[in-house]
């Protein structure tokens, strides 16, 4: 499974930006995806996640409000939307995927990664 993410870019804070991860793979519906994400000197932290049939949806508490996560099957791709951008929400963002469909906020449960993208925030 090989995961290409794209949309980063730079932003001024209350603006939007859409993440999209395209992915490669037989069974795409039977994997759950989530989104990540790393500044300088931080540990990778989960931002949101999927199920494989997105009938599920998970966030963390500090984007929840603003990410909305979804999923196409038949194009084999996820998105994140982000609204209300705001300086902390400066990152590398990763899109992942997990051998199940049931989704997981744990980054070590993850079994692919996608290279990342830059988003930044201004003030």
């Known amino acids: 499974v090989q995961l290409v993410e794209s949309g980063g870019g730079l932003v001024q804070a209350g603006g939007s930006l859409r993440l999209s991860c395209a992915t490669s793979?037989?069974?795409?519906?039977?994997?759950?995806l989530g989104w990540f994400r790393q500044s300088p000197g931080k540990e990778c932290e989960f931002v949101a996640a999927?199920?494989?049939?997105?009938?599920?949806?998970y966030y963390a508490d500090s984007v929840q409000g603003r990410f909305t996560i979804s999923r196409d099957n038949a194009v084999m791709t996820s998105y994140l939307q982000m609204n209300s951008l705001k300086p902390e929400d400066t990152a590398v963002y990763y899109c992942?995927?997990?051998?199940?469909?049931?989704?997981?906020?744990?980054?070590?449960?993850?079994?692919?990664w996608g290279q990342g993208t830059q988003v930044t925030v201004s003030s």
């Open positions: 992942a995927a997990r051998r199940t469909a049931v989704p997981s906020t744990a980054t070590d449960s993850y079994h692919y």
């Open positions: 793979g037989r069974t795409f519906s039977s994997y759950s």
């Open positions: 999927i199920s494989g049939s997105a009938s599920s949806t």
